[in-house]
């Protein structure tokens, strides 16, 4: 069949099996996941000697690098590879058999972060530094529900920080990517309260950081080390960074300004605070002239820009709502049916349909998810946004709709359809890496032997039979 046709038989198909006569597709194991995708991406155009053992000549519980745990939590051990249970070649389909620790550094890796880490639901520990890794982080690392110690250090990775990173802020202990080139503002957590209780180390020395002192670090109380060295931050350094109880700090080689905060006497030596701005002053660095951060003058300029500042906005921004307003009155119905696309800062596209209005770029990427199912299409996650309700996310597999001029009409007209016994589909994400995501309403899973014999009774309007031999006859035809 056509690519045309065969997009309109997947979409329809991802519908069906979104209503609630849901079939069940079985996905590939940790094992399959391990071999099939993190290996050739972490080896890039060389083998590395440590990965060579990630083959089925070898024992699984043999492979240097990775750990595996069972879903009860008791450990893979290579004495249970010898038990009439166990052989090599059914650990590889193992549902039950997940990855718990991958711990490679120094393993002369030359590929790139692969996208696929974020399906490992008991993944624990990635430690991958001193390597010569390229690309950027995947946002796709911060919806391993699981991890709590990630050393990303001495790296060629380039490139923001994903926000999707603090979706690991209740777990996360210790956090290295210190010697990259990531660079930009570092993001916010999407929770404006986060205060990543577990997290003891965070080290973000050695890179191309930008902006104003990060400030909601000083809410993580469990902080012990921080290292934000050799960056380009600027401004002043909070009093609030004096409340954590820090053992190991590094602000050197960045541009502060102003008074440091009061850390105590002899707590950290000047070699803290080195190369940064001449006018950074406060023990142990030289005295301060005067007790304010900021002259009387300073203070009074400061805030008469600010003001002057305000009325600029406030003037822009309303300028900007009347615009958006005329705007808005002249828009065709098909136009509002289609959806709107919307970039922010070079992300990627969000294209949102009817009821899907209140998305915004910034929630999706920043929704804490949970790994639901892996299917021969892609990955399902069920995501929470930061006021507490629930979406579906099905992150496609790559390679899918690749060509964005015959697919994205196809998919505005899939986010018009409307049915009461299908689940329709709320946004559509692209990211710039070709990443995508289709966003629909949250329903909890339930069996196509729950609906037709246990609970038809909640869904009335529901043809189950005719739904289940339409899903199959659709199975058929992609096929």
Not at 149 to 164: E, F, I, K, Q
Not at 435 to 451: F, G, T, V, W
Request: some cysteine; hydrophobic content about 35%.
């Amino acid at each position: 069949m056509d690519a045309s046709r065969f997009l309109h038989v997947f979409f329809f198909l991802e519908l069906i099996l979104h209503c609630h006569c849901k079939a069940s597709l079985s996905g590939s194991s940790d094992v399959k996941l391990l071999v099939g995708k993190i290996k050739s991406s972490l080896q890039g155009n060389s083998e590395s000697l440590l990965l060579s053992s990630w083959n089925s000549s070898v024992p699984v519980c043999q492979w240097r690098g990775v750990k595996w745990v069972f879903s009860d939590g008791s450990p893979l051990q290579c004495s249970d590879v010898s038990s009439p249970q166990w052989t090599n070649v059914s650990l590889y389909n193992e549902s039950s058999l997940h990855l718990l620790s991958l711990q490679l550094p120094s393993a002369n890796l030359t590929g790139s972060l692969p996208r696929e880490l974020g399906e490992f639901s008991m993944l624990q520990s990635v430690f991958l530094n001193i390597n010569s890794l390229t690309g950027s982080i995947p946002l796709e690392l911060g919806y391993t529900s699981s991890l709590s110690d990630v050393d990303l250090s001495s790296n060629a990775l380039t490139g923001v920080l994903p926000p999707s990173i603090w979706n690991l802020c209740d777990k996360l202990v210790s956090l290295k990517i210190h010697g990259n080139a990531l660079s930009g503002d570092l993001p916010e957590p999407a929770l404006p309260n986060s205060t990543c209780s577990n997290l003891q180390v965070l080290d973000l020395g050695g890179n191309k950081f930008s902006g104003e002192f990060p400030e909601y670090i000083t809410r993580f109380k469990g902080l012990k080390s921080l290292d934000l060295s050799s960056n380009v931050f600027e401004g002043l350094v909070p009093d609030g960074l004096a409340v954590l109880q820090l053992e190991s700090l590094n602000l050197s080689h960045n541009n502060f300004s102003g008074m440091l905060p009061t850390f105590g006497e002899s707590k950290f030596g000047a070699e803290s605070f080195e190369g940064n701005n001449p006018s950074l002053c406060g023990l142990p660095l030289k005295p301060c002239l005067g007790s304010s951060r900021l002259s009387p003058g300073a203070v009074a300029g400061l805030v008469i820009g600010l003001m002057s500042g305000a009325v600029v906005v406030a003037s822009l921004l309303i300028g900007y709502l009347q615009n958006k307003k005329r705007k808005n009155s002249i828009e065709s119905e098909d136009d509002l049916e289609e959806g709107d696309e919307e970039d922010e800062g070079g992300e990627g596209k969000l294209i949102v349909f009817q009821g899907g209005e209140n998305l915004t770029l910034e929630e999706v990427l920043n929704a804490t998810g949970q790994v639901m199912e892996k299917t021969s299409y892609g990955t399902v996650y069920k995501a929470k946004l930061s006021d507490g309700g629930n979406i579906a996310l099905r992150l496609l597999r790559e390679g899918t709709c690749k060509d964005r001029s015959s697919c994205l009409p196809v998919i505005k007209q899939l986010g018009r359809i409307r049915h009461e016994n299908l689940v329709p589909l709320r946004a559509f994400y692209q990211g710039k890496r070709g990443e995508k995501l289709l966003i629909y309403d949250y329903i909890p899973n339930i069996s196509l032997h729950d609906l037709l014999h246990g609970i038809s009774f909640l869904f009335p309007s529901v043809d189950y039979l005719s739904c289940y031999l339409y899903s199959v006859f659709l199975l058929n035809l992609v096929v």
